[in-house]
């Protein structure tokens, strides 16, 4: 326990991952850049500008993150939790807009029959850029796994999104020369993928702000844990699962006698919520009906 402050919580990955990806997408711009200007290539170019501008999802995780970690107030009773969500429905519309722009792009290269033409700067950057935005999106998946954060998970898509940029570019100059069109038809192909990607991580955001219900693994697993607390058959019901973040609020019914004394009744309840608290996290209300069998 001694070490438990130096752990990241969600709100600290979200940081620290921010952090590390405008460092990292600003030297890569600089990296791109300059390889544009030395080989005059105009998609290295507008590639380095497509990094840079992944520095703004970044941003938007480091606000998100703060926002989220604001303790619960008058406005907000259940805290700012849900702002992961909204953070992650924002990188999602940006991973859209990647996606609409790789269209536009690859649509004009196709119908100018445009032909990728670089030189071996090109190569060494756009590999070094694929490894560097690759370990960025690695770095964001794994916060996500060990944070469930939606954020971190979309800023990782937002990395990829760009490393496939990148080795879109790589396969170009190794096939442009022999397949005019390979830049265009990859790039169209890239499109669908983030495209894909962006319509999952706003779908999912958009069903967890809205409210979903808990999954039936979920019931079933709160039903044993109700059903070894009480020597009473409960039969607990009409469970809603409201998820704010990493506060999470559980309601549900049971049936108790219905002759019981309340203080009997709110005992029951009491031991309910203490023993779901303490295995899930979740804090309980339970509405308590009467069983007339």
Partial sequence: MKNSKFKLDKSNWASVEGWLSIIGNILLFGLKYWAGLATGSIA???????????????????????????????????GHGRADLISAFIIGILLLLVAFDFIIESYHTLQ??????????????????IAAKELLAQFAYF???KTNSKVLKADAWHHRSDAISSLVILVGIFLGPYFWWVDGALGMIVAILIGHAAYEIISDSIHSLLGESPSDTIIQELKMTIEKVSSYKLEPHHFHLHVYGDHTELTFHILLPQDMPIKKAHDIATELEEAILEKYGYVSTIHIEPNID
Avoid: C, N, Y
């Fill in 143 to 145: 916060g996500a796994k």
């Fill in 44 to 78: 290295i170019i507008a590639d380095a500008w497509h990094t840079l501008s992944d520095s703004l999802s970044s941003v938007i995780v480091i606000v998100g993150a703060k926002i989220s970690k604001k303790p619960a107030d008058e406005d907000h009773p259940f």
């Fill in 112 to 129: 100018s029959r445009e032909s990728s033409q670089f030189g071996s700067i090109a190569i060494v950057v756009m590999i070094v850029s």
